[in-house]
């Protein structure tokens, strides 16, 4: 790091630039997100960028990775506060308000995943591909909830039930509401 940055600037920086992303993310989708721009909102050099993150590829995939773990975070919180299947709903419906506040955790446009994911270096793909397992292994890794299905179809129900948030702008209905009802439905079939 240049001698120009304190320890303090350095972190604000880099707290900045992953929050620009995260938001330009969201808004615009990858492609559309240059580097150039989220210098210019953060207020550094593009050279300067490169000091915090090798390219624009290990950037997103922090923020990625940093969106995921903040997720499972809090839903271990809500899961352990409440330590049975309405718990795991509960945890649930948080996680579909996260999706929906940052959609690029469904990307929207699958283009943009596939550029993401080809420009992506072994080690960030892996690390990317760990961080996706953890989500995946949320609620099965939970010793107080007993599936009554096979695990794969545990996680491939979720996973499809939190990937309607696609269909969200064809509902005739409120979609935070019909993901509520599916996610207390569903949780009885799903959990003893």
Same mark, same amino acid.
């Given at each position: 790091?240049p001698? @120009?940055?304190?320890?303090?600037?350095?972190?604000?920086i880099?707290e900045?630039l992953?929050d620009?992303?995260r938001?330009s993310?969201?808004?615009?989708?990858?492609?559309?997100?240059?580097v150039?721009?989220?210098?210019?909102?953060?207020?550094?050099?593009? @050279?300067?960028?490169y000091?915090?993150?090798e390219?624009?590829?290990a950037?997103?995939?922090?923020?990625?990775?940093?969106v995921?773990?903040?997720?499972c975070?809090?839903?271990?919180?809500i899961?352990?506060?409440?330590k049975?299947k309405y @718990?795991a709903?509960?945890?649930?419906?948080?996680?579909?308000r996260?999706?929906?506040?940052?959609?690029f955790?469904?990307? @929207?446009?699958?283009?943009?995943?596939?550029v993401?994911l080809?420009?992506l270096?072994?080690e960030?793909?892996k690390?990317l591909?760990?961080?996706?397992?953890?989500?995946?292994?949320?609620f099965?890794?939970?010793p107080?909830l007993?599936?009554k299905? /096979?695990?794969?179809?545990?996680?491939?129900?979720i996973?499809?039930?939190?990937?309607?948030?696609?269909?969200k702008?064809?509902? /005739?209905?409120n979609h935070?509401?019909?993901?509520d009802f599916?996610?207390?439905?569903?949780?009885d079939?799903l959990?003893?």
């Open positions: 790091m001698k @120009g940055f304190s320890e303090q600037e350095k972190e604000r880099k900045s992953l620009v992303c938001r993310w969201s808004r615009f989708g990858y492609k559309k997100t240059s150039d721009e989220l210098c210019a909102q953060t207020g550094i050099s593009k @050279g300067a960028f000091l915090f993150f390219s624009k590829e950037l997103f995939c922090d923020v990625l990775c940093t995921q773990d903040e997720i975070s809090k839903a271990l919180v899961m352990e506060e409440q049975d @718990g709903a509960r945890a649930l419906k948080m996680i579909y996260e999706y929906y506040e940052n959609n955790l469904y990307f @929207g446009s699958g283009t943009d995943l596939t993401l080809n420009r270096s072994e960030q793909a690390r591909e760990e961080s996706q397992n953890k989500s995946r292994r949320l099965e890794d939970q107080y007993k599936l299905v /096979p695990r794969d179809m545990a996680a491939s129900v996973y499809s039930l939190l990937m309607n948030i696609r269909n702008d064809v509902l /005739p209905w935070m509401e019909i993901f599916m996610a207390d439905h569903l949780i079939s959990y003893e």
